[in-house]
């Protein structure tokens, strides 16, 4: 029996399928996701996996398509390709409508979403509206993004009277692991398989800059 050749097209055809498929599900789910702010405190998951592992996904899955994309065009048809060319070149282009049809279509969207006019601007509020719905009080950092603050920020910022090992001794009570005082609670979190919002409930502390200290810092914090 005459083995088989490892297909070069076949390979190429079913990365790109496969490789569109993760962009078509990982592009609705964070058209859906909740903000950045929300999900990474919330420890936001879908499939096992958190925005941040979506946006990696998403970003990975692009190259891969790219890449694919290349190989399918130099690999597979590019003669087909650039006998197309070539005679087009002679010919004179035999469908000027449909090519500036498709080039204008392409500016339109590029600088229609780029500027937000309808109707790609109702699109964009739709996706913004739905993420901001996930947003409750109960489930929002009490300053933007205190997931990315550190047990020692934590204690200079919104204690009193308490250190930066104290709070890591209440943790480790509680039965969650910190060895560093300069981790954040995200990373804590991630590391115990918990929530930067538990975290932080279990630290049983008030996020209110003490007086004279931190509160712009804090309030402007990005």
């Not at 692991?177 to 804590?188: F, K, N």
């Amino acid at each position: 029996m005459k083995k088989k050749r490892f297909s070069w097209r076949a390979f190429i055809s079913l990365g790109l399928f496969i490789a569109f498929l993760m962009l078509f599900v990982s592009g609705i789910i964070l058209y859906l996701a909740p903000p950045g702010r929300v999900a990474n405190w919330t420890n936001w998951q879908i499939l096992g996996l958190s925005k941040q592992d979506w946006q990696n996904q998403h970003t990975l899955f692009s190259l891969a398509f790219a890449i694919l994309s290349i190989f399918h065009l130099f690999s597979i048809n590019w003669k087909a390709f650039w006998s197309y060319i070539v005679a087009k070149a002679h010919a004179g282009p035999g469908r000027p409508i449909e090519i500036f049809s498709i080039l204008f279509l392409a500016l339109l969207f590029g600088i229609g979403t780029h500027l937000k006019i309808q109707p790609f601007s109702t699109v964009i509020d739709f996706g913004d509206a739905l993420s901001e719905s996930w947003e409750e009080p109960q489930q929002s950092p009490p300053i933007p993004h205190m997931e990315r603050m550190t047990l020692r920020e934590i204690a200079e910022r919104f204690t009193r009277g308490q250190s930066p090992e104290s709070l890591q001794k209440q943790l480790e009570e509680a039965g969650i692991t910190a060895p560093s005082l300069d981790q954040t609670l995200e990373s804590i979190a991630r590391e115990n398989n918990t929530s930067a919002q538990e975290v932080y409930k279990l630290l049983g502390i008030d996020a209110v800059p003490k007086s004279g200290m931190g509160k712009g810092k804090g309030k402007n914090r990005r």
